[in-house]
């Protein structure tokens, strides 16, 4: 069995889930389960893609001195209680970060089942930094991230890394009830949206339409829905980003790091607009795209519809501009990431020894 231990948002759950499909595209029959949280996206996520997921209590660290401070031993105690009864059957666990996916770490360390550790952003979450310390296989799409990490770009959904953005531009465009003809622009926030963006494109549309520019907008599902327009296509949330960008031509949208590494892998230029707040990962997981050429990364705050409209639209309408850092952005990407990723899982799985191949109900007895 190969357990995935992700948790909390969709960047720590999304490249988990990727890798879980290449294994089984691989292996039909492969034994994977999910250790996260009770809370985090992977409740909804992990199921939705097919997989089991046991949930155990995450354990945040407190930021200030708390009560909270001298609870976290005897709850973090048993999460790796919970975790460690789901790896009596397994052959490796893969650890993504997330404070849900450290009861997983300590839990494999302490039964002696080997670990897989790769964090995606350029400044590691204090899970992988501990996880990190537990085992010699760590990997990272920054290597710099962690001390000693392989690099090892993050795997990314086989529908977008297997994209042929020409091939599939026109069948994309009238998915979403864009027209054939001139540029589309894609603007969007990651999972929840994000209001600045949101805000500043809608500054901006009138001039984007009169200069015949299409906008794809996902404006996120915990934001009011903008109003229906020509040439305007809005929605919550876009379930097959491969088609969106195969409709697009340039792209507006935060940094997290399956954005950068979906966007790269697939030649699409963008302007990279890190969250402002944080410990400045976005920036730096968009740095190197921009660098070589496939994009650029402006602050939030001069993310403006002056901004928007003195750049954007000299750029979309020139093909040659556009084309170039396309080029350069695909080179910068990693579309087979995946199937790497996933021949070091199997390795190290079958070293340890023992089924890979699902063998009845989820160990523990629990599970979602």
Not at 155 to 167: E, F, H, K, Q, T
Not at 211 to 221: C, K, N
Not at 323 to 328: F, K, L, N, P, T
Request: charged share 20%.
């Amino acid at each position: 069995m190969i357990v995935l231990a992700a948790g909390g948002t969709a960047g720590h759950v999304e490249p988990a889930l990727n890798l879980a499909d290449e294994l089984c595209r691989r292996d039909p029959g492969a034994d994977i389960c999910f250790i996260g949280g009770e809370r985090g996206l992977e409740t909804s996520l992990v199921p939705d893609r097919g997989y089991r997921l046991l949930q155990v209590p995450a354990v945040p660290m407190p930021r200030r001195p708390s009560l909270d401070l001298l609870l976290v031993g005897p709850r973090l105690a048993r999460a790796v209680r919970m975790a460690r009864r789901s790896l009596s059957s397994a052959q490796v666990v893969v650890g993504f970060g997330g404070y849900a996916a450290l009861p997983a770490y300590l839990a494999a360390h302490r039964s002696g089942v080997p670990l897989i550790i790769h964090e995606a952003n350029a400044r590691a979450g204090l899970a992988n930094r501990i996880g990190a310390r537990l085992t010699r296989h760590v990997l990272a799409s920054h290597p710099d991230a962690l001390p000693g990490a392989t690099p090892m770009p993050l795997p990314i959904r086989p529908a977008i890394a297997r994209l042929d953005r020409g091939l599939q531009r026109a069948h994309a465009r009238s998915v979403f009830g864009l027209p054939s003809d001139g540029p589309v622009l894609l603007v969007f926030g990651g999972s929840q949206g994000a209001q600045h963006l949101n805000a500043v494109l809608q500054q901006s549309l009138d001039s984007l339409i009169a200069d015949g520019i299409s906008v794809l907008h996902a404006y996120g599902q915990r934001n009011p829905a903008p109003e229906a327009r020509e040439r305007y296509a809005a929605v919550p949330f876009i379930q097959r980003m491969d088609l969106a960008y195969a409709a697009a031509d340039f792209a507006i949208t935060r940094a997290g790091a399956m954005t950068c590494a979906e966007l790269a892998a697939v030649g699409l230029p963008a302007a990279y607009v890190p969250l402002p707040i944080g410990n400045g990962e976005q920036r730096l997981n968009a740095l190197p795209v921009a660098r070589a050429g496939g994009g650029m990364v402006i602050d939030d705050a001069d993310l403006t519809s002056a901004w928007l409209l003195a750049t954007v639209p000299s750029l979309i309408h020139d093909a040659a501009v556009l084309q170039e850092m396309s080029g350069r952005a695909s080179a910068w990407g990693a579309r087979d990431a995946g199937e790497d990723f996933a021949d070091l899982v199997m390795k190290v799985a079958r070293h340890r020894g023992g089924p890979l191949t699902r063998g009845g109900a989820l160990p523990g007895g629990e599970g979602a």
